[in-house]
């Protein structure tokens, strides 16, 4: 696993705060290849070249051609129940989504606001998601899909704003990440060069420190 990129060597549980928005990053990959995008990918190139050369058997039981088509959708589909079964559905909890306002600035910022406000809406805005870089390019995402999909209402098994506000994780830090999320700029707690002059995040800071300590070892 990466090193949290702030913490440095041997940090690499503490990059549970960037997680919850990795899940959506892997749920958004896989809904591409779902959607027909694997027939795209390079890594699908040889197959797709195979498989005019397998007859028909009359059925997908029987092996021939109908069951070789299928077989890219049974990937995704097992593939799918094990992510969602194993990093989906437990980085979307509250306990553990909540680690998200320690993560992207951008993303922090609105999560917050719709913690202290249900009724805040997501901006159906694109950017560029800092510290999730591939190997091949940057992660470009839509924060009203992303956000909508972590703790969106009508998903029913995202996070419930109401229990990550009570969170002792929220609750022990209150005015100061109500403080966060209202102010003008996109701040990262990590980086003391973009605090807003007047503005001591040290407690924010070292709240999280605290929090993911324990994740260290995950």
Known sequence: MRNDPHLGAGSYGQTARLCPERAYIMHKL??????????????FAHFLKLVPGVSYAGEISAGGRE?????????????RYYLKKHALTPWRLEKLVVLMVAGDKVFAKHFLKRVFNPSYRFPNQDIVLVHNETDHSQVSVNILEALDYLIGEHQVDSADESNIYNDPFIQDQLSLWRDFADGLMDVDIFDKTIWPDGKDYTPLYD??????APLAAQ
Do not use: A
Request: net charge negative; glycine share 6%.
């Open 67 to 79: 069951f070789v088509e299928n077989v890219p959708d049974q990937f995704i589909e097992t593939y």
């Open 30 to 43: 896989l809904s591409d290849l779902k959607e027909g995008g694997w027939k795209e990918k390079p890594e």
């Open 207 to 212: 709240h999280v420190i605290r929090n993911l």
